[in-house]
């Protein structure tokens, strides 16, 4: 089993920053591959970004490209999304999750409970 927390959202202007965290735990968290997704009110749930289990391959979907990046720790089993550049279309509830696959979006079986990101214009 494994366990993901999330952290750090919020409300933040137009242009601005944000760190989301998560914190994982279980006993096969290290090897798997963990990325965050997002829904927006009335939208589906779509991939934001995902990392490798070792943090050495990073997907990312086009419309955060350049302003979001994605980090892990591979020691306190951390994973953060550096928000940069925020818009109001990123409004959502982000959601941490892990997955064997990095790059296999649907197939990520484990997901946290999610924290809201609010960006006003």
């Known amino acids: 089993q494994v366990q993901l927390v999330e952290s750090g959202g919020g409300l933040v202007q137009a242009g601005g920053s944000l760190r989301l965290s998560c914190a994982a735990s279980?006993?096969?968290?290290?090897?798997?591959?963990m990325g965050w997704f997002r829904r927006a009110p009335g939208k589906e749930r779509e991939f934001v970004a995902a990392i490798s289990w070792s943090g050495a391959t990073t997907y990312y979907a086009d419309s955060v490209k350049g302003r979001f990046a994605i980090s892990r720790d591979t020691v306190k089993n951390t994973m953060s999304l550096q928000m940069n550049s925020l818009k109001p279309e990123d409004t959502a509830v982000y959601y941490c999750a892990a997955g064997t696959r990095v790059a296999a979006f649907e197939e990520y079986d484990y997901w946290g409970q999610g924290t809201q990101v609010t960006v006003s214009s």
């Open positions: 279980g006993r096969t968290v290290s090897s798997r591959a």
